[in-house]
């Protein structure tokens, strides 16, 4: 009789379940476990506790979000994880200094898990496989080895408008 390994990676069946810290039983096994409770022990710090705002969709190819509206990005250090409407790719944008932004896909480029901002370490940490990232997107830690995906974008009057058109 021969035994088989399970491949401990997430399926793309189990990528359906949103990678998110809430994992449905059907795709609990331990290692996905231990990944979602590290997801839940982030859930006080940051952009990793808000659930993502949802912003308005792309209008050819730009997401154009009212930065007066939100609280949370009205000083510099601000954070939020964004959802644009219709899309399946959320982003965190973060205020820098002035009226500079910084917007980066929260998809891990190693299997897709959604990043979440980790308050005490002050850098971004996948909870699947726990690659670290640098607020600027950098690989910190393995096992990705390609930065978050940053997004060109500009800030106009209270409006920061996000290039998305060419999205991977």
Same mark, same amino acid.
């Given at each position: 009789?021969?035994? @088989?390994?399970?491949?401990?990676? /997430?399926?793309?069946?189990?990528?359906?379940?949103?990678?998110?810290?809430?994992?449905? +039983?059907? +795709?609990?096994?331990?290692?996905?476990?231990?990944?979602?409770?590290?997801?839940?022990?982030?859930?006080?710090?940051?952009?990793?506790?808000?659930?993502?705002?949802?912003?308005?969709?792309?209008?050819?190819?730009?997401?154009?979000?009212?930065?007066?509206?939100? /609280?949370?990005?009205?000083?510099?250090?601000?954070?939020?994880?964004? *959802?644009?409407?219709?899309?399946?790719?959320?982003?965190?944008?973060?205020?820098l200094?002035g009226?500079?932004?910084?917007?980066?896909?929260?998809?891990?480029?190693?299997?897709?898990?959604?990043?979440?901002?980790?308050?005490?370490?002050? *850098?971004?940490?996948? /909870?699947?496989?726990?690659?670290?990232?640098?607020? =600027?997107?950098?690989?910190?830690?393995g096992? +990705?080895?390609?930065?978050?995906?940053?997004?060109?974008? *500009?800030?106009?009057?209270?409006?920061?408008?996000? +290039?998305?058109r =060419? =999205? @991977?």
């Open positions: 009789m021969t035994s @088989r390994v399970r491949d401990p990676r /997430p399926s793309l069946e189990d990528s359906r379940c949103g990678g998110t810290a809430f994992v449905p +039983a059907c +795709a609990l096994s331990r290692r996905r476990f231990v990944g979602a409770s590290a997801g839940v022990l982030l859930v006080g710090c940051g952009a990793s506790g808000m659930k993502p705002k949802s912003v308005p969709a792309a209008k050819d190819g730009v997401v154009e979000i009212d930065v007066g509206k939100i /609280p949370e990005l009205a000083t510099p250090g601000g954070m939020i994880a964004a *959802q644009p409407q219709g899309s399946r790719k959320p982003l965190i944008v973060m205020r200094e009226e500079r932004f910084r917007v980066l896909s929260s998809r891990c480029p190693h299997l897709g898990c959604t990043v979440r901002w980790d308050n005490e370490a002050q *850098q971004l940490r996948c /909870p699947c496989h726990n690659s670290r990232f640098g607020d =600027d997107g950098k690989v910190l830690k096992p +990705a080895k390609e930065p978050l995906r940053e997004y060109p974008n *500009q800030f106009a009057g209270t409006h920061l408008q996000i +290039a998305v =060419d =999205d @991977r």
